[in-house]
Every structure is written in structure tokens, then in C-alpha cells.
């Protein structure tokens, strides 16, 4: 059994930062990739940074494009940290954590796991 735990929303004030982290517990045989996502209402969940196994962390266009955004963390460790500095009320959202892992149960399948969401909301 393989889940991610997610903390680290909340309600904050335009301007502040914020940091959210991500774990994936359970049998793990390997951690390929650990991604943060954004939903808005009635949206679809949107891609902003993937960390990958190498140490590379690749940005979405928009989170690029922002520059407000960081990505902290280790596959190996099977933990990734996502930090927003100045935030604004359009990045009120439901952030998700996603997971490219290759469980005890089967090695040799990557299988995709989601964290339960964390709201984050930017609100004077």
C-alpha cells in the first residue's frame, strides 16, 4: 500500500509565501518522479513542476513564465517540497501531489499516485 501525505496549505494574505511538502509512505521500491499540480474550480488539475530521479525539476510554461515558484526535494527520499513567494489571489487552488512510483508489489510497473489535495487560499 503506497500513499502520499500532503501538508502545508491554509489561508494566507496576498504577498506571503508559502510551502507545501509532499511524502510518499508505503512499500516503495523506487520513486521515478514527484510532481506538484493546481486545480481550480471546475478546471482540470494543471501541471506546475516535476522533480525527476535525476535531480532535475522541469517547469509548466505559466509557472516559468511566474517565477514565483520553487521546487525542493529527493526521489530517493521520496519527498518534494513546492514554495510560493508573493502570492496572489489566482493562486487560490487545490494543490495535488503526483507520483510516478515503482511499488514493492510491482517492480517493474510504474504506477501513478495522487496526495488527497491541500486548499490554498490567497485572500486578504
Known amino acids: 500500500q503506497v500513499y502520499l501525505r500532503e501538508s502545508g496549505g491554509g489561508l494566507v494574505q496576498p504577498g506571503e509565501s508559502l510551502s507545501l511538502s509532499c511524502v510518499a509512505i508505503?512499500?516503495?521500491?523506487?520513486?521515478?518522479?514527484l510532481a506538484w499540480y493546481r486545480q481550480y474550480p471546475k478546471k482540470e488539475r494543471e501541471l506546475i513542476a516535476t522533480?525527476?530521479?535525476?535531480?532535475?525539476?522541469?517547469?509548466s510554461d505559466s509557472a516559468k513564465l511566474a517565477g514565483r515558484f520553487a521546487v525542493t526535494g529527493d526521489t530517493a527520499k521520496n519527498s518534494v517540497d513546492l514554495h510560493i513567494d508573493n502570492l496572489k489571489p489566482e493562486d487560490t487552488a487545490v494543490y495535488y501531489c503526483?507520483?510516478?512510483?515503482?511499488?514493492?508489489?510491482?517492480?517493474?510497473?510504474?504506477?501513478?499516485?495522487w496526495g488527497q489535495g491541500t486548499q490554498v487560499t490567497v485572500s486578504s
Open positions: 522533480l525527476t530521479s535525476t535531480g532535475d525539476t522541469i517547469w
Open positions: 503526483g507520483a510516478g512510483i515503482f511499488t514493492a508489489a510491482a517492480p517493474y510497473v510504474r504506477s501513478t499516485f
Open positions: 508505503g512499500a516503495i521500491q523506487r520513486t521515478d518522479l
